[in-house]
């Protein structure tokens, strides 16, 4: 089993509903919600950037107006993994990069090894993490083990997000992948051989 | 598949660190340099080797303190080993290398080979302490070696910990020779300027590291240095600072990296 996300660009309309959806269902932060890739930038070399599961990425290229959603790309090797000094941060069976909270040190080392920024530390505690410890998208795990689709799949207006299990060729995710020109399936830093999970279509 | 750059995304942890963090390494760089500074003069220094060597051990449980103060759920400590590659683990295990061996370097500075092994074995805990984070985060995500920001943090180390034994000998009148105060500060003012421009993600440290350490050196050839050393270090300040910032505007202008704000580019039309 290998969960997955296919995200086509091309029918995102950066309406945020998975970001809100997310929140209501994972307790994420919302903190600088809606930004272009300009004020990402300022703001995240400025360290002012707040922590969240999905975020969407307006990118203005050429008077054209991009959306990217981003969360974690559930790496096949994923950097956070190989820092994580107490074991916290772990890759489950079915593929989902998840972090045992009551593990989380909080030293921060995998928010620095992520390449996708994906990680963040959390200032305040939800039901299963106390404030203090690393959170990021889980897939929403919770959901998907009992054979639910993530939030954000299942509130997306455009059904931009499509997810599914790799190895299960009847997937949603499978069939998608089957009518797209594999030359327009994108992953975002695939020089670095993280191997993310999470592939863009129309990047 | 082909891979895509999207502009934004974070290559590390952005600065400025917290503050705890910022002290973390500006504590160890002092505490591990300074000993390792003292070890190479340890003959010449006979029983002030082991006050440093005592005073770097002090500095680095205050850093080791500093750095706990900064997780986010400090009991989860006991876990830390789980992945000892981890580089968390080997910032523990090198920080406590060094502390046991510097404290054991003061308590047998009489006899040269226990002090002479004893000092071999703490320095190597210094370099694997300030260099070993580095490179095993860099090793551990396939990234370059200069983009994690505590890549650089070791010849900011070197130099902050240089100053502070330089100042300390100053201030107990244990002036060592010239030439060593020479190149130290020179090295300083070279090396400070490359990491400040071309190494903006850990500008904090640097920068402030090298405000510092200038402060330290200029304090010391000023105060304790015959009067015509003056021009010399007015001079060797304002070339250093010309040259930073000439380097800097470069920087901009051949589009190595873009002014973050607050940071001055004059564009040259």
């Known amino acids: ?203 | 598949m082909t891979s895509t750059v999207v502009p934004g995304i974070s290559q590390g942890i952005a600065p400025p660190f917290e503050l705890g963090t910022v002290i973390y390494y500006w504590l160890a760089g002092i505490a591990t340099f300074m000993f390792v500074g003292a070890y190479a003069l340890y003959r010449k220094l006979g029983n002030e080797a082991r006050n440093i060597a005592l005073t770097s051990a002090v500095l680095a449980i205050l850093a080791a303190l500093s750095e706990i103060a900064v997780l986010g759920n400090p009991s989860n400590m006991v876990y830390i080993f789980t992945n000892p590659m981890s580089p968390i683990a080997i910032d523990a295990v090198a920080a406590g290398l060094f502390i046991v061996a510097a404290l054991l370097f003061a308590l047998f500075y009489r006899k040269p080979v226990a002090a002479y092994l004893l000092g071999g074995v703490a320095t190597l805990g210094a370099v694997l302490w300030i260099i070993g984070r580095a490179l095993v985060f860099t090793h551990a995500v396939g990234r370059p070696l200069w983009l994690p920001a505590s890549a650089v943090i070791f010849p900011a180390s070197i130099m902050l910990g240089l100053a502070a034994l330089v100042l300390y000998l100053q201030v107990w009148k244990r002036t060592p020779d010239a030439v060593i105060i020479h190149i130290a500060s020179v090295s300083t003012f070279i090396t400070l300027y490359l990491l400040l421009v071309l190494y903006t993600s850990v500008a904090t440290v640097a920068f402030w590291g090298g405000v510092v350490a200038m402060t330290i050196y200029a304090m010391a050839y000023l105060v304790y240095l015959k009067k015509p050393a003056w021009p010399v270090v007015l001079t060797m300040v304002a070339l250093a600072l010309v040259a930073g910032i000439l380097l800097h505007q470069f920087i901009f202008e051949i589009g190595y990296r873009a002014p973050l704000p607050g940071e001055i580019y004059v564009k040259y039309q």
Request: glycine letters at 8%.
């Open chain 1, 1 to 203: 089993m290998k969960y997955a996300m296919l995200i086509d660009l091309r029918r995102c309309i950066g309406c945020r509903a998975c970001m809100l959806a997310c929140a209501q269902e994972n307790g994420a932060p919302l903190d600088y919600t809606y930004v272009n890739a300009g004020e990402y930038l300022t703001l995240w070399a400025l360290g002012k950037l707040e922590g969240y599961n999905t975020r969407v990425l307006q990118v203005e290229t050429k008077g054209e107006v991009k959306y990217i959603p981003l969360l974690c790309m559930h790496c096949e090797n994923a950097p956070c993994i190989a820092v994580c000094p107490t074991g916290a941060s772990y890759k489950a069976e079915n593929g989902i990069v998840k972090i045992n909270y009551s593990r989380c040190v909080g030293c921060k080392m995998c928010v620095a090894a992520c390449p996708y920024g994906a990680r963040y530390v959390r200032k305040v505690s939800k039901t299963t993490a106390p404030a203090g410890v690393v959170d990021k998208c889980n897939f929403c795990a919770h959901r998907v083990e009992k054979g639910k689709k993530p939030r954000c799949v299942e509130i997306c207006p455009t059904r931009c997000r499509i997810f599914g299990d790799l190895d299960d060729p009847n997937s949603d995710i499978n069939k998608a992948l089957k009518v797209i020109d594999p030359r327009s399936v994108k992953v975002l830093k695939e020089e670095l051989g993280t191997r993310p999970k999470v592939f863009y279509v129309g990047l």
